[in-house]
């Protein structure tokens, strides 16, 4: 296993600290009553260790153009993590290997999870929402995300021995770092646009506030968001420092994940059929 992303810590002491400063207090206490209330699930499952390695994996996210492409994956034969959201519409194509969820409010995440879940692993922060375990049946793996605050990051390592890990901003990128923390060298991407088709779209996510044109990784237009924005950095900042040992094809019909020697862009039905190991 990848040692929990040891060499890759943007949040260190300091940046926790800052981060407790800022971060409102109403999400901090959320995280505590999460993880207080998940505990008795959390000693009962563990963590990561307890899954097995995989070399490669399929990662579905919810986003727009997975109508494009998702009816692929069936017969595929590499492991595929699943977002909440996009699970339903996976499994009609496949079982997945695992499915990644990591709200901390409430959402439909248990209707979302309310599948034939098992033999499919649910990984989670410990500070998840209770919700997420309300109807799951298959086994469970926790992490202790570095990108809390300091005094919750510590007390979770002292009580659990959890293995400490990034969780990712959204949960398309905490599925990437699963897939790398499970020793996977290779991850192809579905559904994972970081944009939405129109403008009105946009600018209903945010209130009205913004919308950003950009041209996508199939030369059209698409729209996005100052959020979308900042979790492509992150997401980019993370492929830029692992790119020597883990692979990463963006196979999203369509977004904004995409650099020049950094993120692939291959279309999925020509991956699979050509590339696919």
């Known amino acids: 296993m990848s040692n929990g992303l040891a060499g890759f810590n943007p949040y260190s002491r300091k940046l926790r600290k800052e981060l407790d400063e800022i971060v409102d207090i109403r999400v901090r206490n959320q995280w505590f009553d999460n993880y207080y209330a998940n505990k008795p699930i959390i000693e009962k499952h563990g963590g990561l260790t307890s899954m097995p390695l995989i070399e490669n994996a399929i990662i579905v996210g919810a986003g727009w153009s997975l109508e494009k492409n998702v009816h692929l994956l069936r017969g595929c034969n590499i492991p595929v993590i699943s977002t909440d959201k996009a699970l339903k519409r996976v499994m009609e194509y496949v079982k997945p290997f695992a499915v990644c969820a990591l709200n901390t409010g409430a959402t439909e995440i248990a209707q979302w999870l309310d599948v034939?879940?098992?033999?499919?692993?649910?990984?989670?922060?410990?500070?998840?929402?209770p919700d997420t375990f309300k109807t799951w049946k298959g086994p469970i793996a926790f992490v202790n995300p570095q990108n809390t605050c300091q005094e919750l990051y510590e007390l979770?390592?002292?009580e659990t021995g959890l293995i400490p890990t990034l969780r990712g901003c959204n949960s398309g990128f905490f599925s990437l770092i699963t897939a790398y923390t499970l020793n996977a060298k290779l991850a192809v991407l579905l559904g994972m646009n970081y944009?939405?088709?129109?403008?009105?779209?946009?600018?209903?996510?945010?209130?009205?506030?913004h919308s950003v044109k950009?041209?996508?990784?199939?030369?059209?237009?698409?729209?996005?968001v100052l959020d979308w924005l900042d979790a492509r950095r992150e997401f980019m900042d993370f492929c830029f420092e692992w790119m020597d040992e883990f692979r990463v094809i963006n196979c999203s019909e369509g977004g904004i994940l995409y650099e020049p020697n950094l993120?692939?862009?291959?279309?999925?039905?020509l991956w699979r059929d050509w590339y696919a190991p």
Not at 214 to 224: C, L, P, Q, S, W
Not at 263 to 269: G, R, Y
Request: net charge negative; glycine share 6%.
């Open 156 to 158: 979770v390592q002292r």
């Open 195 to 209: 944009s939405y088709m129109t403008e009105e779209e946009a600018l209903a996510a945010t209130h009205g506030n």
């Open 214 to 224: 950009m041209m996508d990784v199939t030369g059209n237009y698409t729209y996005t």
């Open 263 to 269: 993120i692939e862009h291959v279309p999925f039905a």
């Open 116 to 129: 034939d879940s098992e033999g499919i692993w649910l990984v989670a922060p410990v500070t998840a929402h």
